[in-house]
């Protein structure tokens, strides 16, 4: 599958519902584990070096936990709920790695809206095949249409 260019939609809180979704798939190369490395500041060997990733459990590099994570982050700013979209937690469980050349698939599905907050708990999966490598939560507060109190987040 080639990888899912994210056109960019804006939804307000409004317009969400229970069980929508969004997906994207991206494929890891090297140079995107190179470049998160660089960007992040983790160079841990096992994402840079096959030489060190040989001699661990795994036999071969692999990539960071919290890049195949970004791509969660891409969903909610680009598609679900948007642009406006502001975070407030997110957790993930790391279930399997992420090789080189491994397609991720990404999912993002609205579980629950709390109308009072604009708040929306999103259920994240990400899948390499049919095996999940990570899930979790996200929390976000949602812009509305409606005017309402300003409050924190």
Known sequence: ??????????????????????????????????????????????????????KTFLKTR???GIYTASFISAVIGMRLPGP??????????????????????VKVEVAELMGEKCRARLACTCKVGDEVVLEGEAWVKVPSKLPRPEKAA
């Open 1 to 54: 599958m080639a990888d899912t260019k994210l056109e960019m939609r804006s939804l307000f809180f409004e317009d969400m519902t229970t069980g929508m979704s969004e997906s994207m798939s991206h494929t890891v190369t090297d140079a995107d584990i190179k470049s998160f490395a660089q960007l992040s500041g983790d160079s841990n060997p096992i994402h840079l070096s096959e030489e060190f990733a040989a």
């Open 62 to 64: 692999i990539a960071h």
């Open 84 to 105: 406006g979209a502001i975070y407030i937690s997110q957790s993930l469980f790391f279930k399997a790695p992420v090789r080189l050349g491994d397609t991720i698939e």
